[in-house]
């Protein structure tokens, strides 16, 4: 038999279903002479294996035929296995990030307490600006009593009373204007109430102040035996004592309809109305409390 070629060697390795991994081949005697003189100087024959080229073919073709027959090893089974763990990955983070309505929470929580903080360092700066009110003057312009009857009938001396009451009011805050009410400004004879005035709502700006008139009148005013004592004349005119009472509310929007401060002030005059003194302004030094 003749030696094969090398062509003849693969196409059979090939095509054999069983192939060698390595195959020996009898060198010939060139080969042995050229293989002796690059070997030792002993000359022992060598066993020639396959070269790079089927070794690799080899190698190859035992690697896809183990990934056949093990679909994990499918290169678009492991790109979808990495692409899992890359999803798994990103929803472990999000489950174990923070959510954005967690955030959004601490947002509106946040703001929350801020604002309510500004909201009641507003409302603390602005108390101290009470305002300030006093009753300027005090002028009455009539004075009358008479015998009459009540709404019933019961005969009974009548009141009639007629007063100019001007009040100052200060507006003393820097920051803010006031809306302004007043109570009825009354006449007290003892428990008897003897005349009223209204002053009409107004609003104060900052930094700024106004007098208010209020006409304090009485007009048919039942005595009911308590005149006697009230009767006037040229030579013994009337002295009468009354007691001034009204109270101003005022509110202030600090920070609009959100921050609102609320001021009182009652204020209580004593005086005496002398027959006499018609038409004088009274004098009101150390008779009026301001609570």
Known sequence: ???????????????????????????????????????????????????????SRESSTTRFSASLKNPKNWPWKRVQENQDDEDEDEEGYEEKGLSPRFYAFCFVFSFAVLFTLFSLILWGASKPYKPIVFVKSLVFESFNIQAGTDDTGVPTKMLHI??????????????????????????????????????????????????VSAMVEGEQIPLYGGGSSLSSSKDNPASVPLTLIFTVRSRAYVLGKLVKTKFHRTVRCSVTLKGNGLGKPVGLKDTCLYD
């Open 162 to 211: 007629n007063s100019t009451v001007k009040i100052s009011f200060r507006n003393p805050a820097t920051f803010f204007g006031v809306h302004v009410f007043f109570t009825p400004i009354e006449f007290y004879f003892y428990q008897l109430r003897v005349a009223s005035g209204n002053v009409e709502e107004f609003y104060q700006a900052r930094k700024s102040q106004r007098v």
């Open 1 to 55: 038999m003749h030696a094969k070629s090398d062509s003849e060697v693969t196409s059979i390795a090939m095509s054999s279903p069983h192939r060698p991994l390595y195959y020996v081949q009898s060198p010939s005697t060139h080969d042995v002479e050229k293989m002796s003189f690059q070997s030792s100087p002993i000359g022992s024959p060598h066993h020639y294996h396959c070269s790079p080229i089927h070794h």
